[in-house]
């Protein structure tokens, strides 16, 4: 025969009917009834208090469930995967692993070394990538430095303009070029009225004769 334990608890300062809980002893076990109002109470995140939490304790005692015992062997479950590392991608060599391991053996020879790991190439092959990844990122950081105007900062003073130098230099060469030009010119111009008054001293000369 099922017997109805029935408790009623009632928290200072309030007034009406208090939550009611009913647990019931059957064959199959236990059956605990909460009433409404005390599952609205325990499902209000900002409406609980210290005896909310006495009543769920005394409701999983009803129940023959033991919280801290489930506590426990939750953490026991779970301890095994704490600290393990999962995996998801194959850890693959930044260089091409045969012709690296070739390489190696031809340096490791030269030393007495017959045997090289598949680990010394791997780790060889990281090592390269890190330091590449470095060095790309020091020559970033140069880049950003090269493209900072110190012009407008009234602690830097121009000592030396290369641009205009470049360009004073240029300016140079041209006139120079411009100037050798002109002597060609210049050369062309005397060589082709010499060669007229040779051609007409020439003419004379045969009608004359």
Same mark, same amino acid.
């Given at each position: 025969m099922p017997v109805v334990i029935t408790q009623t608890i009632r928290p200072q300062g309030t007034v009406g009917k208090a939550p009611t809980i009913q647990a019931s002893k059957s064959?199959?076990?236990f059956g605990v009834q909460v009433s409404a109002?005390?599952?609205?109470?325990?499902?209000?995140?900002?409406?609980g208090s210290f005896r909310d939490d006495d009543d769920i304790n005394d409701v999983a005692s009803m129940a023959g469930v033991n919280l801290n015992e489930e506590?426990?062997?939750?953490m026991a479950t779970n301890s095994d995967l704490v600290g393990t590392q999962i995996q998801s991608? @194959?850890?693959?060599?930044?260089?091409?692993?045969?012709?690296l391991h070739?390489?190696? &053996?031809?340096?490791?020879?030269?030393?007495?070394?017959t045997d090289v790991p598949a680990e010394v190439v791997t780790f060889i092959s990281h090592a390269t990538q890190n330091r590449l990844r470095t060095v790309i990122e020091k020559v970033t950081v140069i880049t950003q430095h090269r493209m900072e105007s110190y012009k407008d900062d009234e602690w830097y003073e121009q000592a030396t303009d290369v641009r205009s130098q470049l360009k004073f230099f240029e300016q140079l060469e041209r006139l120079e070029k411009q100037r050798k030009d002109e002597q060609e010119r210049e050369i062309l111009? @005397?060589?082709a009225k010499v060669s007229v008054l040779l051609?007409?001293?020439?003419?004379? &000369?045969?009608?004359n004769s």
């Open positions: 064959p199959g076990g109002n005390q599952k609205n109470k325990l499902n209000d995140p900002g409406g506590s426990a062997r939750i991608c @194959k850890d693959e060599p930044f260089l091409a692993a045969i012709p070739k390489r190696i &053996l031809e340096m490791a020879k030269k030393l007495g070394i111009l @005397k060589a051609l007409s001293f020439f003419f004379q &000369l045969l009608n």
